[in-house]
Each structure stands twice: as C-alpha cells, then as structure tokens.
C-alpha cells in the first residue's frame, strides 16, 4: 500500500496540471485564431482599397481628357461664331456682281438658268442667313459631341462616386473589425487576469498539497 501512495500522488498531479495547461492553450488558440481572421478580413479590404485608389486615378485621367476635348469643341465653336460674323461683315463689301457670284458659286444648278434677279439688299440679308445657316450647321454638330462628352463626364463621375462609396463602405468595416479586436483585447485581458489569479491560487494551494503529501508520506513511512 505504501508503494503505491507516491505513484498515485504524481499521477493525480501530472493530470491536474495537464488539464490546467490545455484550457489555458485552447483559450489561447481561440483568440489566436480569431485575431487572425479578422487581420485577414482587414487586408483583404485594403488590397480592395489600394485597386480602388488606382481606378479612381485612371477615371481621373480619363476626366482631365473629356474636359480638355470639351474645352476643345467650345474653342471650335468661339472660331465658328467669330468667322461667321466676319463673313456678315465681308458681305457688306461685296459689289452686286461679286454677291450675285457668290450666289452661283453656292447653287451653280440653279443660277445657271436664273440670274437672281432680286435687289442687293435682299441677296445681302439672303447672304448674310446663309452663312449664319452654316455656321449654325457646324455649331449644331459640335454641340452635339458637347453633350456626347459631357454625358460620359456623367458617367464617369458616377462611376468615382460609387467607388468612392465602396471605399467609405470598407474604412467603416476596417474601424468595425478594429473596434471588435479592441474589444477581444479587453475580453482577453480580463481572462488573462482571472486566469493569473486562479494560477497564483492553485499554485498556493499547490505548495500546500505538496506539504501534506509529503507529511502524509513521511508518516506512511515512518509508521
């Protein structure tokens, strides 16, 4: 009987100890894991982020292009307007053969067979509309591509805001998972504590098992 008191003490404790460590570990492992997976959900955002920074500067680009191109067409239609008062004004110089010319340079069908006859003043006013017509005709067809081009500046704002929108969507998600981490911190801060006073407590008792044991042990033998 003697014989088998010290084996079945250190049995006792090796499984006492044994058992300690693995919920200290599993507890351990647990918040390891999560911690993990949250810093993974966080990386993958900002990866997501970074490739949303570098479309945001290629959509950018192609902004800076539209309004160069619109700032083009305008330009052309300030040409447009200012040769088109020009040639009202040349038309006032025109002698009546120099206008009636013009006319059949215009419609050389239809002059061939009828010389205008109309007064000056009514082929110069008739001169001067047409070449407002033509310019307008011009106008028209720039203006047109005017709002081709502003209709994809449109698009291509949408386009930045929206991935403006999934940026703030993610920088709320990464404050979110930095909140949780915070508070898994605390969580497991406040564990650790618990878990230091419950091993200073066992290690006392402990120091006081091993007393006895070894009292008991030293009176089994004695006796």
């Known amino acids: ?91 006032d110089t025109y002698t009546e053969k120099e206008l009636i010319s ?3 340079q215009r419609y050389p069908a239809d002059t061939t067979t009828n010389p205008l006859p109309l007064a000056q003043p009514v082929l110069v006013a ?23 081009l502003t209709e994809d500046k449109v698009v291509l704002r949408d386009s930045i805001i929206s991935h403006f929108s999934d940026k703030e969507a993610n920088y709320k998600s990464i404050i979110g998972i930095k909140n949780t981490q915070i508070n898994d911190h605390k969580i497991q801060y406040e564990s650790l504590k618990l878990e230091n006073k419950k091993l200073k407590i066992k290690a006392n008792l402990g120091k006081i098992g091993t007393g006895l044991a070894v009292i008991g042990l030293t009176f089994l033998l004695i006796k």
């Open 1 to 91: 009987m003697k014989k088998l008191v010290l084996p079945l003490l250190l049995v006792i404790l090796l499984f006492w100890l044994f058992i300690d460590k693995c919920n200290h570990n599993v507890s351990e492992d647990a918040f390891a894991h999560r911690q993990d997976s949250l810093n993974h959900v966080v990386d993958s955002l900002e990866v997501d982020i970074v490739k949303r920074d570098s479309v945001i500067d290629e959509l950018y680009k192609v902004n800076i292009e539209l309004d160069y191109q619109i700032g083009h067409q305008q330009e052309k239609i300030k040409v447009i307007i200012k040769y088109t008062d020009s040639s009202k004004q040349k038309i």
């Open 102 to 104: 013009s006319f059949n």
């Open 126 to 148: 008739a001169a001067k509309d047409l070449v407002e017509l033509d310019g307008a005709k011009e106008t028209i067809v720039i203006k047109d591509s005017i709002i081709s």
